[in-house]
């Protein structure tokens, strides 16, 4: 059974486009550098720098702020930061998941079929991680969130992103942090930071050191708000990317 | 003469993990450079071979452990080429081409594109992987 493209999450910033898109792709590129030699009986080639451009095609539903082509319009050519993440399969945690950091949209195209539906696809570059769901979802009370297999151990770190889509009420200094472990039960786990938040938004943890294949979000703290809808991207250095 | 269906009978191996189970179109490449060496004494053109060159175009339903294994190698590519094996054929009457993996030797992942963009489907894959150097057949 292949997995339902309907199941995939669109975020750009805090804003969740799900609803209003209907399509992506993602393309991961590597240039390739022609290595030949003496002594090479066949063409040699080598891979150089990679690059990362997704593409998403949604419904115009309005020029306000929140409307999909709106914000998506103010991210055109922008050199403000903006992250846009693609979960693959919300059906389940530990599903894999794209973040384009840095992001900026550099191609929207209106498609205005005269007996069709008002539609737009847009073009994002940016710097791309690769990482699995710890999170996606509200959050009401505090504690450990679910267990997730990372393919392997890393050694080298990584990176978090904490997508807060919305805060029920007020929130300040809410946090949640990421531990591993080495067994799945948790028994000892590891700390590997904290990402503390009072508004939505985007937030971004850099990890260090050694990440264990076991790994889980810790909701420690709502900052006073009856909860939070956010989703936790954590892409390890060496194991997802 | 026998004819033989593709289905069981293409197998393709990346860095150790099989993925039949994610493909369902592989198209090989195998390129040899030609060379133009007409001469003023020439009757015709004339070309001779160059080395040849190879490259796999792939592409098939989409899961988690395809992800997993192609796109690690797309975001920071490998200094150490991947055993590429690619098959064709029954058991008996197979060619296999291996590539294995060194510093000249073997494949990577020069694109790769996860689509999802008909809603009522699922989420499938294109990729090519790139062949450097000439693999050992058997």
Same mark, same amino acid.
């Given at each position: 059974m292949g997995v339902k493209a309907w199941r995939g999450r669109l975020l750009v910033d805090e804003f969740d486009f799900s609803l209003d898109t209907f399509g992506a792709s993602l393309e991961l590129a590597v240039e390739s550098e022609k290595s030949d030699n003496w002594q090479s009986e066949a063409g040699q080639l080598f891979p150089t720098e990679s690059g990362a451009m997704l593409t998403t095609t949604g419904y115009y539903t309005g020029p306000d702020a929140g409307d999909i082509y709106q914000e998506m319009k103010a991210?055109?050519?922008?050199?403000?930061?903006?992250?846009?993440?693609?979960? *693959?399969?919300?059906?389940?945690?530990?599903?894999?998941?794209?973040?384009?950091?840095?992001?900026?949209a550099s191609n929207i195209v209106l498609d205005t079929p005269v007996k069709g539906l008002i539609k737009f696809n &847009?073009?994002?570059?940016?710097? &791309?991680?690769?990482?699995?769901?710890?999170?996606?979802?509200?959050?009401?009370?505090?504690?450990?969130?679910?267990?997730?297999?990372?393919?392997?151990?890393?050694?080298?770190?990584?990176?978090? *992103?904490?997508?807060?889509?919305?805060?029920?009420?007020? &929130?300040?200094?809410?946090?949640?942090?990421?531990?591993?472990?080495?067994?799945?039960g948790m028994s000892t786990p590891t700390d590997k930071g904290a990402i503390q938040f009072s508004a939505v938004g985007v937030y971004e943890l850099a990890l260090t050191g050694t990440i264990e294949e076991y790994v889980r979000v810790v909701i420690d703290d709502l900052g006073g708000a009856a909860g939070f809808t956010a989703a936790l991207v954590l892409c390890v250095d060496g194991v997802t990317q | 003469m026998s004819r033989t269906p593709a289905k069981e009978n293409v197998g393709l191996t990346y860095n150790g993990v099989d993925l039949r189970a994610h493909l369902n179109s592989v198209s090989m490449e195998d390129v040899v450079e030609v060379i133009e060496s007409m001469t003023f004494a020439s009757t015709a053109i004339e070309k001779g071979p160059g080395a040849p060159?190879?490259?796999?175009?792939?592409?098939?339903?989409? $899961?988690? !452990?395809?992800?997993?294994?192609?796109?690690?190698?797309?975001?920071n590519p490998p200094t150490t080429l991947r055993t590429l094996v690619y098959y064709i054929g029954p058991s008996g009457s197979r060619v296999t081409r291996t590539w294995t993996g060194s510093a !000249?030797?073997?494949?990577?992942?020069?694109?790769?594109?996860?689509?999802? !963009?008909?809603?009522?489907?699922?989420?499938?894959?294109?990729? !090519?992987?790139?062949? $450097?150097?000439l693999p050992v057949e058997s």
């Open positions: 991210r055109r050519g922008t050199e403000t930061p903006a992250w846009v993440a693609w979960l *693959f399969d919300t059906s389940a945690l530990g599903n894999p998941a794209a973040v384009l950091d840095s992001a900026w &847009a073009k994002w570059e940016g710097v &791309a991680y690769n990482g699995l769901t710890l999170l996606d979802g509200a959050v009401v009370a505090t504690g450990n969130g679910t267990v997730i297999t990372l393919p392997a151990a890393g050694s080298a770190g990584g990176m978090a *992103f904490l997508l807060v889509r919305a805060i029920d009420g007020t &929130a300040v200094d809410a946090q949640v942090s990421i531990e591993c472990d080495s067994v799945v | 060159s190879f490259k796999i175009s792939v592409g098939g339903p989409w $899961s988690k !452990t395809l992800h997993q294994a192609i796109a690690p190698d797309t975001l !000249t030797v073997g494949a990577f992942v020069s694109n790769y594109k996860p689509d999802a !963009t008909d809603p009522k489907g699922d989420i499938v894959w294109t990729g !090519t992987l790139e062949l $450097s150097g």
